[in-house]
């Protein structure tokens, strides 16, 4: 391909009046298969035409597409004149150089086209320009910058309305779908209690703005189901619990009947144990709180409520029934498949003991445990649960921390008789009626050792701890006590007798719930009656001083024995009958002295003195000096005074 003066073509186009006095030349070679010839085939385009097809004319000739050749001289051209000249011709320049552009630069084949600004008679251009592979041709587009800008203004504006209608058409699209898309939310919303989720739940009535959105008045309300459906579930349990606790209450009392019995377990989930086991025991347990440091009777329901959480933590769930708190006691039953009853109670040993070692790890805490015979079905639970609590009362005997099996013996055929200790006893009410707590005391605790050397069942206890009760409390209310003025509660004496559990707890309660207010008593008694006695021998003395009173003669006046009257006046008067006789008659004595003339003599006669040496050597004894000289020591004192 080359550029061609249009004189060489026969053509109209190459009139001087259509300007174009270039031609493209196109020429291709023609084969000949039988000689060799160099005949080639030359075709002209006039330069003009080729323009023309490439795009419209343009008014300003410095601006258009433009062609170049391999050796970039001009191929096309808005002005036919540039055609065939170099591309410096059309005098671009360089705007930041001010040099004209003689050769555009090479574009490497990872860039497709290139772009500059150019500068033409001071107008300034933008020329893009872009190589093809193919024929060598450059093709270089010349555009005015404010063309450009006003057409990417129109771009852009076209680009804009064209994407606010196509947001406008979303949204509107979007809307329609969403009220489409709202109406199963609504009628969520509606079952959910008509968009008014917080009526009931006042934490939600507090933020009504935080719930407008829709989505989030159902994930709200979602959570309040959820929420109350665990609330449910937890009453529901606590129900559950209550009941399996009431039907365990029931089933050791004896009172389910049999025929209800293994329909209720299956329903309380007991399948298994219902089928399975061969051989079921009740094991009690309790807290030994007597005299510990570290809990009171006060704690006793929370240290149960921890016990029966360790047993059901350390006893297989497969072997247990629901463990409860009957009368401050822990009660379960525990059952095996194993058909020995031998073998399973060499297993109640093992388990008991080992549940009495995590209790004291984990609390610090001493139990008793007892635990029944192996009975071979489920209906034996109640006399199981009789059987475990009169292993319990052995602590009696045995005292704290035991742990006991209920034991079958046959004590009709055995012979056997009870040595009561009654002349302990006899003793015993001889100290409480003489009000000698020491004593008391002392022969109490001898007693209870005797008897509890016995060998008896607890209810043999049980029965000689009420025979001691009843001789005491009979001989208070034959001295007219009566049994409110000893008993500090409002329970029966021998119901509280019937709860005690330990021989320590037996004698102290004897001691501070019996014997010591009945002793109270018959001292508040002794006190008055010392006191009236004292009295009455004291007006004796002060009437009949003149006398010859004897001790004797003031027993048979008051109906008491001497010794006896002689022990209450020394008590209330801290001196002896006849210590406060003589002292009295030497009072009178002085009295005589300093306001009578009365002498020594007949004063000696009348306080009954024998002989007047006797009244001298006992005056002289008592106030140091004769009984002369106390007048006259009397009578010099009062002489000054006189005058």
């Not at 309305?161 to 969403?178: D, E, F, K, M, V």
Request: aromatic content about 8%; glycine content about 4%; some cysteine.
């Amino acid at each position: 391909m080359a550029t061609l003066p249009s004189s060489v073509f026969s053509n109209d186009e190459r009139s001087p009046r259509t300007g174009c006095i270039y031609h493209i030349a196109l020429a291709r070679s023609i084969p000949n298969l039988n000689t060799f010839s160099d005949a080639a085939l030359i075709a002209g385009i006039p330069a003009c035409s080729l323009h023309n097809t490439l795009g419209e004319e343009s008014s300003n000739t410095s601006s258009g597409l433009i062609v170049l050749n391999r050796e970039q001289r001009i191929m096309v051209h808005p002005d036919p004149a540039y055609i065939g000249q170099p591309l410096s011709a059309i005098g671009l320049q360089d705007p930041d150089t001010e040099n004209n552009i003689t050769k555009l630069s090479p574009i490497t084949f990872s860039t497709a086209f290139e772009e500059k600004q150019v500068k033409v008679a001071d107008t300034h251009y933008s020329l893009t320009y872009s190589p093809s592979t193919l024929k060598g041709w450059t093709y270089v587009l010349i555009s005015p910058t404010n063309i450009l800008t006003r057409d990417y203004l129109d771009i852009g504006l076209h680009t804009l309305y064209i994407s606010i209608s196509l947001l406008l058409l979303s949204l509107l699209l979007a809307w329609l779908g969403s009220k489409r898309m709202h109406i199963p939310i609504r009628r969520l919303l509606a079952q959910l209690g008509n968009n008014r989720l917080s009526k009931e739940d006042n934490t939600l009535a507090q933020h009504p703005a935080q719930l407008y959105d829709e989505f989030e008045q159902i994930r709200a309300g979602v959570s309040q189901l959820s929420a109350s459906r665990s609330q449910l579930e937890n009453t529901l349990n606590q129900h559950l619990l209550q009941i399996r606790t009431h039907f365990m209450m029931n089933l050791f009392q004896g009172k389910i009947p049999i025929h209800t019995l293994h329909g209720t377990l299956n329903e309380y989930g007991y399948t298994h144990q219902v089928r399975e086991w061969h051989h079921v025991a009740v094991v009690t347990l309790q807290a030994d709180l007597i005299n510990h440091t570290k809990y009171g009777s006060n704690d006793r329901d929370l240290l149960l409520f921890a016990v029966q959480n360790i047993l059901e933590e350390t006893a297989p769930p497969d072997q247990l029934l629901l463990p409860i708190v009957l009368e401050h006691t822990v009660v379960t039953v525990i059952g095996t498949v194993e058909q020995d009853p031998f073998i399973f109670s060499q297993q109640l040993h093992v388990l008991t003991d080992q549940l009495q070692q995590q209790i004291g790890k984990i609390l610090n805490l001493e139990v008793s445990i007892g635990f029944s015979q192996p009975h071979s079905t489920l209906y034996h639970i109640p006399q199981a649960y009789t059987e475990a609590i009169e292993a319990l009362k052995h602590r009696m005997k045995l005292g704290t921390g035991i742990i006991f099996q209920y034991e079958i013996t046959d004590y009709q055929s055995a012979p056997w008789s009870m040595s009561y200790p009654e002349s302990l006893e006899y003793s015993l009410i001889q100290a409480i009626q003489s009000a000698d707590e020491v004593q008391s005391s002392v022969l109490l605790q001898q007693l209870l050792e005797v008897m509890f050397r016995m060998e008896c069942t607890p209810e043999e206890y049980q029965v000689a701890l009420i025979r001691l009760l009843t001789n005491i409390l009979q001989m208070a209310q034959e001295s007219g006590i009566r049994l409110a003025q000893i008993s500090q509660g409002h329970r029966s004496m021998f119901h509280e007798l019937h709860g005690l559990q330990y021989a320590v707890e037996v004698e102290e309660w004897f001691n501070h719930q019996v014997i010591l207010p009945i002793i109270q008593v018959f001292k508040a008694r002794q006190v008055a009656q010392y006191q009236q006695i004292s009295e009455k021998m004291i007006a004796i003395i002060h009437q009949d001083y003149d006398k010859d009173l004897t001790l004797e003669e003031c027993a048979v006046k008051l109906h008491y024995n001497a010794n006896y009257l002689s022990s209450v006046f020394r008590k209330e008067t801290g001196c002896s009958f006849s210590e406060y006789l003589t002292r009295y008659r030497f009072n009178i004595a002085k009295k005589w002295l300093d306001e009578s003339n009365i002498t020594v003599k007949d004063i000696a006669a009348r306080l009954r003195y024998n002989n007047p040496q006797n009244f001298i050597r006992s005056f002289r004894k008592w106030e140091g000096i004769t009984p002369g000289q106390y007048r006259e020591r009397k009578q010099t004192a009062e002489i000054p005074i006189r005058k």
